[in-house]
């Protein structure tokens, strides 16, 4: 995947914003490894890469990079809030809710910013946001079935 502010956006130190996803990216995969959580966790590997200088911008703030992160076989939306309703368990709920308050993850409690692969594990996506709290646990509940929203609540609230 390519990701990138247009020429139209006036973002205050660009390559800042993508040295934090970049950086988020690598932490997150240290923190899963850390855990033991490789089967229920991937996390795209993110470069940043410096595009040439275009003098005829097409607006008024020119950029000078993109972000290229690594492509996961992302189950499609409605298989994916399929997943998030029958998938989870206690323990995978215990390793979300372990990455999410360690990372500051406050994104990441949502199905199309938490998605499920193909091959049932849950993809971190979207990294703009971390090391910030609290985290909103209360996100990830309409995802859940019954039985998981009631583990969920008890899990995050004591």
């Known amino acids: 995947y390519f990701k990138f502010y247009s020429d139209e956006q006036e973002i205050e130190a660009e ?3 993508w ?4 950086f988020e990216a690598r932490s997150l995969k240290e ?3 850390q ?5 229920y966790f991937v996390v795209p590997k993110k470069w ?3 595009i040439p200088d ?3 911008s097409s607006g008024p703030y020119p950029k000078s990079f993109i972000l290229i992160a690594e492509k996961f076989n992302i189950a499609k939306r409605s298989d994916n809030l399929h997943k998030w309703k029958t998938l989870p368990t206690k323990k995978l709920l215990n390793a979300i ?3 999410t308050e360690q990372e500051g993850l406050v994104d990441s409690l949502v199905a199309h910013n938490l998605p499920f692969t193909y091959d049932n594990r849950l993809a971190f996506i979207d990294l703009e946001h971390h090391h910030h709290w609290p985290v909103p646990f209360y996100k ?3 995802y859940l079935n019954p039985e998981m929203q009631s583990y969920w609540k008890e899990l995050t609230e004591n």
Request: charged residues 15%; hydrophobic residues 40%; glycine residues 0%.
């Open 15 to 17: 390559s800042k914003q």
């Open 19 to 22: 040295i934090d996803r970049a």
């Open 31 to 33: 923190a899963i490894v």
């Open 35 to 39: 855990y033991n959580y490789q089967k």
């Open 48 to 50: 940043i890469y410096p």
């Open 54 to 56: 275009t003098p005829n």
């Open 97 to 99: 809710w372990v990455l």
């Open 140 to 142: 990830l509940l309409n």
